[in-house]
């Protein structure tokens, strides 16, 4: 029995929905500033999708081994990383690469550090699930088990026939990944500082440390940050309705610069592992920088501890290994992208854009009540 | 064309950001920017008050030149470089900076034994004034390096030689100097060190005091300074450089932190402000005011300091104090006319604003139409009126960079704000001045100062015309001004292009100085292209071999940028 604490929503989490899916108030309630995000036709947002998203992307029932979910990887309060270089699935194994941010997915254009075959956050939640190599959350061991519990399952019981109502059987592995995408595309970051600066022209709102930061950052001919880390979500991996979304981007930084035939090491080779074309070795996504403060270690596998040393690693053109497996100088990487040219920076640059970057963080995302673990607490004590 | 346009760009570092605005529900609180007050000497003092020739107070907002020396490229700069005392640092000094004096070091010793020397000061003096710049004479060295009777002497001959100049104080500092010029017979204001010193007798006295940051914190230490002297005698506050490339005791004092020393020097120049004090701050050379003398890029706080420490990238007050004379703060939007980089802005004419512009990518446009918006940004200019157009857009860069535009033709002239209009609904927003002129030649690169952009037509009776343009670029040399041959017998006219005088009026008084030299006027109107304007001259065959030399005119006695042109001979 679901009481009714069970089925609250925040009003705004309920408008968002709504609105989205385009039911009634015709003009979307997108943040200010943000463009309408791509939503399949065939899954339109709404709240109820919404709501069984949020209990799945927390339910380590869907793990073969029930040690995990999505959240064990996408952590709320780590602005859905994990902290970890490299991310673990539930029976331990390591994932060549660390766990993307979930925040604003929703105008992602691609969904991985180097996999551009994935076009929808729909596709994108099958991967975890039913990857074998390494095991995510092994959902596929356990479909067959989870959906038929599901059936009888106090809250999904509900959930899926509400969010699903032309379904007649709901209980099934697309409708569980339509769901993921729904909620997760309720994960938007639009309210930190810099955003109440850009704008709402609130001059406090960021420290003048930050506004020196914002200055290099953007400054077309120095640093040049914003070329790969621009726009409304600091990427230039996006898509949108109506825009003329810029391609998929995928850049090498100059992180590596191995001897051999290959110049990234093994299962880290970026979009070459897709494409199998040389000049597409170390390319990798240019992630968002919202919440960047949040979310180290950086790069695709977590190699760079600290923002302090990402910015050295691009004021340097690429980063020098000196000695080990990895030796090399990343700076000399032939199929280094250009935009990485280097650049000098003093102390002070180095502190001020820390501070810029430390200002793209939104607290209000870590403590969204919508998107926290419905399964523990009040919400669900109360079923 | 999008080169010409770009050019503006670079001429003004990208981090300069103006901003004004008048008309208080419009355009927010801050003040309508002002340009300060031209020379307009004779001077007297009365009271605490410098009063002009129509007795209307006299601020003085200047800096120190670079002494001049012994070597011509002090003013004639280099194959790579501007003097530093050349028309284009004077010209950048006034209209980018929004100065209306400078301080001239000239050698006591090189002027009482060397004639030319002497004719090389009064040169300067000359043009510094015809660019709108009072001159305060000043020697160079530390005071003990000369002779005082050596002392006596310049003061006595560089007064007599510029009494009847209205436009220079002379500034001995010492008061035993003050005699020595009066008895040549110049009643200018004199500038002493004082206010501790034994009262001056006589009029038109001056008190300077060079305050130390040390000791400079608060408005008590200000107060106690300079304060207090100021509300009887007329102050002038000179230097204030915080020395940051050399480890000083200045630098050692100075705040470690950019805001916190932004901060103080702002607290300085608003303290000045209110209490009407002149100032001549910090020096106009490079690594002090300015990195170079090629671009004249203002110094910053932004990337820190350490006293001196090689390779470190100069620090200073440049853009603090132009921040300040354009009425803004260090950081956002700045917009400057076309070419000129003035805070003037032609309607008409063609602008360009600085800062974070934020276009989603890098764009041209080109044509009698030209879009309002380029790389999902907009330019929207509110005149005086309140009255809000979108701009026809030229080019945008991405980033922290510029965009050019055209200031629309129906804007009525006076306070206005120009704001960068973005398709996420973020605004950035500058104030500036909007009039009929503001007149901006085009360079062949991208920087107001280099080379005209024009087309030379020479005529020689029974021969067919041969046209030219006024600059070409070569693969060795680069982009240079072309040599016009010219020559007795041969008819020289030069087209300009430029931006910001259409609106001049039917009949427009306008001047142009080549070399020094008037240069009659053949015409003057618009091009068809958005914003572009022309104006057609004849050089004089006096400039005959004079070689690459100053360009500028004035329009209702608005002066231009200077640019360069090459005057060679056809013999």
């Given at each position: ?5 069970g ?38 947002l ?30 709320q ?33 691609t969904?991985?550090?180097?996999d ?11 991967k ?10 092994g ?24 969010a699903?109502?032309?379904?007649p ?48 950052f953007?400054?077309?001919?120095g ?18 309705e ?17 001897a ?9 080779r970026g ?33 760079v ?38 650049f ?9 854009l ?11 995302l870590?403590?969204?009540a ?14 | ?20 605005l ?10 309508a920017?002002?340009?300060?007050p ?39 700069g ?7 005392l050349?028309?284009?640092?004077l ?14 070091p ?17 040169r ?27 002392l ?12 009847g ?28 060190a ?15 005091v ?5 000791a ?11 304060g ?27 705040p ?5 020393a932004?901060s ?18 910090s020096?106009?050379?490079?690594g ?20 001196g ?5 100069p ?7 132009l ?29 360009a ?20 918006v ?46 960068v ?61 072309v040599?016009?041959p010219?020559s ?12 910001g ?14 070399g ?8 003057m ?29 004035t ?17």
């Open positions: 029995m679901i009481r009714r604490g089925l609250r929503m925040s009003a705004s989490m309920v408008c968002w929905a709504l609105a989205w899916a385009g039911s009634g108030t015709g003009v979307p309630r997108i943040p200010k500033g943000f463009p309408r995000p791509r939503i399949p036709a065939d899954n339109p709404t709240a109820e999708k919404v709501r069984l998203g949020r209990y799945l992307f927390y339910d380590k029932r869907m793990s073969v081994n029930g040690a995990a979910s999505c959240a064990t990887c996408h952590r309060e780590l602005a859905f990383t994990d902290g970890r270089d490299r991310a673990r699935g539930a029976t331990g194994e390591l994932h060549p690469r660390g766990a993307m941010t979930l925040a604003n997915v929703a105008w992602n254009r969904f991985n550090w180097g551009p075959s994935i076009h929808s956050l729909e596709e994108q939640a099958l975890p699930m039913m990857s074998s190599n390494p095991i995510e959350l959902f596929g061991a356990i479909e067959k088990r989870f959906l038929e519990a599901a059936r009888t399952d106090s809250v999904y019981r509900v959930f899926f026939p509400a699903f109502p032309k379904d059987k709901p209980w099934t592995t697309v409708n569980i990944a339509k769901a993921l995408a729904s909620f997760e595309r309720t994960i938007v970051s639009r309210g930190s500082a810099w955003d109440r600066f850009h704008f709402e022209g609130d001059e406090s709102a960021i420290s003048d440390a930050a506004k020196r930061g914002e200055a290099i953007f400054l077309d001919g640093p040049s940050c914003f070329r790969c880390h621009g726009g409304f979500n600091f990427s230039d991996s996006i898509a949108f109506g825009g003329n979304a810029p391609p998929a981007h995928f850049h090498n930084t100059g992180l590596y610069n191995l051999g035939e290959f110049s990234y090491p093994p299962g880290g979009l070459y592992e897709f494409s199998k074309r040389a000049e597409d070795v170390g390319r990798f996504k240019a992630p968002t920088l919202r919440n960047i403060a949040l979310t180290a270690p950086y790069m695709h596998d977590g190699s501890a600290t923002l302090s040393e990402a910015l050295d690693h691009y004021a340097s053109g690429g980063r020098t290994i000196a000695g080990g497996p990895a030796a090399g100088v990343g700076h000399d990487n032939p199929q280094k992208d250009k935009l990485i040219h280097g000098h920076m003093t102390a002070r640059n180095k502190a001020d820390i501070a810029f970057l430390e200002a793209l963080t939104d607290q209000d870590l403590r969204e919508e998107l926290s673990d419905p399964w523990s607490g009040d919400e669900h004590s109360s079923h | 064309m999008p080169n010409r346009l770009k050019a503006v760009s670079a001429a003004v570092p990208p981090v300069f950001l103006l901003a004004l008048p008309l208080g529900a419009m355009t927010g609180s801050q003040p920017p002002a340009l300060t031209a020379p307009n000497g004779p001077y007297r003092i009365v009271g605490n008050r410098i009063l002009d020739r129509q007795d209307r107070p006299y601020l003085i907002r200047g800096t120190q030149l670079a002494p001049l020396t012994a070597n011509l490229a002090d003013e004639k280099s194959a790579v470089a501007f003097g530093p050349s028309a284009t640092t010209i950048t000094i006034r209209q980018r900076l929004n100065m209306n004096a400078v301080r001239l000239v050698s006591a010793t090189e002027y009482d034994a060397n004639s030319e020397y002497q004719s090389r000061v009064e300067l003096v000359r043009l510094s004034n015809r660019l709108e710049l009072l001159v305060i004479l000043e020697t160079s060295g530390l005071p003990h390096e000369t002779e005082p009777r050596d006596a002497v310049f003061w006595q001959l560089a007064a007599a030689r510029f009494r100049y209205p436009n220079v104080f002379f500034a001995p500092l010492s008061g035993f100097l003050v005699a020595a010029i009066r008895q040549s017979g110049a009643r200018q204001p004199v500038i002493v004082g206010p501790d010193q034994a009262p001056i007798e006589g009029p038109n006295i001056i008190d300077e060079t305050p130390r940051y040390a400079t914190h608060m408005d008590a230490d200000r107060r106690q300074q300079f207090s002297a100021a509300a009887t005698v007329p102050v002038l506050v000179n230097g204030l450089d915080p020395q940051l490339d050399r480890p000083s005791d200045e630098c050692a004092a100075f470690s932190d950019p805001a916190e932004t103080l020097v702002q607290a300085n120049l608003a303290y000045f402000d209110a209490q009407r004090i002149s100032w001549t701050l020096s106009f050379t490079a002090k005011l300015i990195t170079d003398y090629r671009y004249f890029n203002g110094t910053k706080l932004d990337a820190g300091w350490t006293c420490k090689p390779d470190e990238t620090a200073g007050l440049g853009l603090i104090l921040s300040h004379l354009w009425g803004t703060t260090p950081l956002g939007l700045f917009t400057v006319s076309h070419s000129r980089g003035g805070l003037v802005l032609a309607r008409g004419g063609i602008a604003a600085y800062g974070p512009i934020l276009a989603d990518q890098e764009m041209s446009a080109h044509g009698p139409s030209l879009p309002k380029l790389g999902n940004v907009s330019i929207r200019v509110t005149d005086s009126r309140g009255v809000a157009r979108f701009a026809p857009l030229l080019y945008t860069g991405a980033g922290w960079a510029f965009i050019n535009f055209v200031v629309p033709g129906e804007c009525t002239t006076g306070p206005a704000e120009v704001a209009v973005r398709a996420d609904g973020s605004v950035s927003r500058s104030k500036v001045l909007i009039a009929d002129v503001a007149p901006g030649l085009f360079t062949n690169i991208p920087d107001g100062r280099s080379a005209a952009d024009g087309q030379v037509t020479q005529r020689l009776a029974g021969k067919p015309d041969k046209s030219f343009p006024t600059w070409q670029c070569g693969a060795q040399s680069g982009c240079r001004a040599p016009i010219l007795p017998g041969v008819s020289t006219a030069v087209r300009l292009l430029g931006t005088f259409r609106y001049a009026g039917e009949h427009p008084g306008v001047r142009v100085t080549v020094g030299i008037p240069a009659p006027v053949l015409s109107s618009r091009s068809t292209e958005p914003g572009n304007d022309q104006l057609t001259i004849r050089l004089p065959d006096a400039l005959e071999g004079v070689g690459e030399t100053d360009l500028y005119f329009v209702n006695g608005q002066i231009s940028n200077v640019v360069r042109i090459n005057c060679g001979s056809g013999r």
